[in-house]
């Protein structure tokens, strides 16, 4: 490259001079600073009469010589000396690199914190539930503090809105079961039997669970994502200080609206689904949609309608609840927001599928079977 | 400082919609000097900035960058055009999941990828220094940097490449009047030892009487005046009398002259 800088080592009155050459920038510096760590001998003098510019990384290349080789610099500019003035003097011993144990001392560090970070979120996210009741206790105390509003405009982004997507989920996942069901079945010429899986599978489980992932990652992100902002906004901070209670008027109305709407999209979801599965029933198997009707109404109990309902709202608080509870533990910087909108997420449809399965086990040994 | 332009501007014109922000703004800033770039909320300071370091698109009017016009350019002048300035954002705009060090060392890294290691750490370190960051911050994250050491620290990667030309927006706005005087003198003196040639945007009257060459006022959408703070007194135009000489502006020059 034109300018490249380069060094020639010269023997003058029994001294060894270094002549420079080229621009000692940054741009054109290549390897010649390892060729002048790697130097076997201590060059008595360094000539940069020849050298078209100096930058910081050249000035600090001669400050190092200086340094490490008591090498004399002749045939500075007045701004070459300067800078290398101005770097000798930032010549301090900086730890560049955070501080990092061994593998074996990181590995458990990192499973301590995950576990504390795990216990942690548990203890926290039980504290934010006690904040709640209490708030909800205040509510019932004081029921004009009860936002009324706040709660409907919730209905309708959790409720109103999600319709269209959840309608559509539900009505492939009806189709799919239905397929997959009739294929299995008619190994053993049981393919009506199709009827007694789409009805009953989708009023007892996954009506209600296939909602709560979609609201889960619908409704739970964008609480966690809200709540969030608003923190790092001081938003939270300023409601407090004009005596605004957080819980009661942004965590109660989310909560309350996932709670009271699971009910109602999961068995939504549930119709859609055996609507589905009525049509693959009618399309592949040749059952007509009125006979349809009647054998679900035959063989789905009771009791399977009640098993969703009850869980609906169950999950619809755990939604809320953790959505909320990661948007408020936002702190510091913006990247936190993902992380937390992340675990909202995360931590919510587990939350679900855990108490899913106790509900299943429960529920059986009660006898609606 | 000298008669040689480092940026011109001529017949800027920047709108946003029907919003018209800037209408035939013309700018000179000659090297070796710190010009302070004035205005009231709105007259589009920071968007002059942005369009001349180029993110911004203006609508009409030419801009040249040390001898090159921007709008002229083809990729690899601009590429080169663009390590030849570095620009301090109003929060830092640090990347926050590198440690500063690291930050610093991100220019460097994209534009020599050759360098190694040892020669990065090194630079980070001096550079760091030179920016008056105590030796500790630099394997800190920038969530763990106070505002002001946060702007250090944009300013040390700012200079990561030894840049001609440096950029600031609002360098002390948000400091308190210690560490907004040490960031003042700060800047000069990189200015004087690296040979900085500064665009300054300010709201900061301590800053432009204790540091500016020049200030540039912005007020219906062009530059009405520039010059030195005496000659732009000698103007009559109500905005600049009242910025200059009103009582903040008046206590800020009992301060210089204290000094």
């Not at chain 1, 999961?266 to 949609?289: E, N, Q, R």
């Not at chain 2, 109003?90 to 610093?104: C, K, R």
Request: hydrophobic share 45%; with cysteine; charged share 20%.
């Amino acid at each position: 490259m034109e300018g490249q800088a380069d060094f020639t080592e010269r023997e003058t009155n029994g001294e060894t001079v270094l002549h420079f050459t080229g621009r000692l920038t940054v741009a054109r510096i290549g390897d010649l600073d390892d060729r002048l760590t790697d130097m076997a001998i201590r060059p008595a003098k360094a000539d940069i009469s020849e050298v078209e510019r100096v930058d910081t990384v050249g000035a600090w290349i001669l400050h190092k010589l200086k340094r490490d080789y008591g090498t004399k610099i002749v045939g500075a500019s007045n701004n070459a000396e300067r800078l290398i003035d101005q770097v000798a003097s930032a010549d301090e011993i900086v730890q560049v690199r955070p501080d990092e144990g061994s593998a074996f001392s990181r590995t458990l560090a990192r499973i301590g914190a995950g576990t504390m970070e795990g216990f942690g979120s548990l203890r926290g996210l039980l504290a934010f539930f006690g904040g709640l009741c209490i708030a909800i206790g205040n509510v019932f105390a004081n029921p004009r503090r009860f936002r009324f509003n706040a709660v409907v405009q919730r209905f309708e982004t959790v409720g109103v809105s999600s319709l269209g997507i959840i309608g559509l989920m539900s009505f492939l996942i009806g189709i799919v079961i239905a397929q997959q069901g009739a294929v299995q079945l008619r190994q053993f010429g049981a393919e009506v039997f199709t009827i007694n899986l789409v009805g009953r599978i989708t009023m007892r489980e996954l009506g209600v669970l296939m909602t709560a992932i979609m609201v889960a990652g619908r409704s739970g992100s964008a609480f966690a994502a809200q709540l969030g902002s608003m923190k790092l906004a001081e938003e939270v901070d300023a409601m407090r200080t004009i005596g605004v209670p957080p819980m009661e008027s942004l965590v109660l109305p989310r909560v309350l609206a996932t709670t009271l709407l699971m009910p109602l999209l999961g068995f939504y979801a549930a119709l859609v689904m055996i609507m589905g599965g009525g049509l693959l029933c009618w399309v592949s198997l040749g059952i007509p949609p009125d006979t349809f009707i009647q054998r679900i109404r035959e063989v789905v109990p009771m009791t399977d309608l009640y098993v969703g309902l009850i869980k609906a709202p169950v999950f619809g608080f755990i939604i809320g609840l953790t959505g909320c509870f990661q948007g408020m533990q936002v702190e510091g910087n913006n990247e936190e927001v993902g992380l937390k909108t992340t675990a909202a997420v995360v931590q919510a449809i587990f939350l679900v599928i855990v108490l899913d399965a106790f509900f299943a086990v429960f529920f059986s040994s009660i006898g609606w079977v | 400082m000298s008669d040689e332009t480092v940026i011109t501007v001529r017949g800027l014109r920047n709108a946003f919609g029907e919003q018209v922000v800037h209408e035939s703004l013309d700018l000179d800033l000659y090297r070796g000097e710190i010009l302070g770039v004035v205005g009231g909320s709105g007259t589009g300071k920071s968007v002059l900035m942005r369009s001349i370091i180029g993110l911004q698109q203006p609508e009409e009017g030419e801009i040249e960058i040390l001898g090159q016009n921007v709008a002229e350019a083809n990729e690899s002048e601009y590429l080169d055009l663009r390590r030849r300035w570095g620009v301090l954002f109003q929060n830092g705009a640090l990347f926050s999941t590198l440690t500063v060090a690291e930050n610093v060392q991100v220019p460097l890294r994209e534009f020599y990828k050759d360098l190694d290691e040892e020669l990065l750490d090194e630079i980070a370190s001096y550079k760091i220094v030179m920016s008056g960051l105590p030796v500790e911050a630099a394997p800190k994250f920038p969530s763990e940097l106070s505002g002001g050491m946060r702007k250090r620290a944009g300013i040390a990667r700012a200079l990561a490449l030894d840049p001609p030309l440096l950029f600031l927006d609002e360098p002390t706005a948000g400091l308190d009047p210690i560490g907004a005087a040490a960031f003042d003198q700060l800047i000069l003196d990189l200015k004087e030892s690296l040979d900085l040639t500064v665009f300054l945007i300010t709201h900061d009257l301590d800053t432009l009487y204790a540091i500016c060459d020049r200030v540039a006022v912005l007020a219906d959408k062009k530059v009405i005046a520039d010059g030195t703070i005496d000659e732009l007194l000698a103007t009559d135009h109500p905005w600049i009398q009242e910025y200059f000489d009103g009582p903040r502006a008046r206590a800020a020059l009992h301060a210089k002259e204290r000094n």
